[in-house]
């Protein structure tokens, strides 16, 4: 299993503050057919010091938006995802300073 990422960003590579991000689960080629879910989507904004839940909007085929609320203070953007199917494989994919934020 493998886990995507679509998050709009300038040509220097930072977010708006109140970006939406997308993680798209997907089974590797070859791989099981089974249905897909995210379960957690955790995000930070201090380089994983602490981690906060994000809510979740489904998109189908386990795919999920997540509507960033970085404070005033943030440089970058930290994302902690859990990932599932229905065969019981999971991931968990943990990205240290995934983008910058715009100041």
Do not use: C, F
Not at 28 to 33: A, C, S, Y
Not at 35 to 53: F, I, M, P
Not at 79 to 93: E, F, I, K, Y
């Amino acid at each position: 299993m493998q886990l995507d990422y679509t998050l709009p960003t300038d040509q220097d590579g930072h977010a708006a503050r109140d970006a939406t991000l997308l993680v798209t689960p997907s089974h590797l080629t070859g791989g099981p057919r089974a249905a897909l879910h995210t379960r957690k989507v955790e995000v930070s904004y201090d380089d994983g010091a602490t981690w906060t839940t994000a809510r979740l909007g489904g998109r189908g085929n386990g795919a999920v938006g997540v509507a960033l609320r970085a404070p005033a203070g943030a440089r970058y953007l930290s994302l902690r995802v859990h990932a599932g199917d229905r065969r019981g494989d999971t991931v968990t994919q943990t990205v240290v300073r995934a983008a910058g934020i715009v100041r």
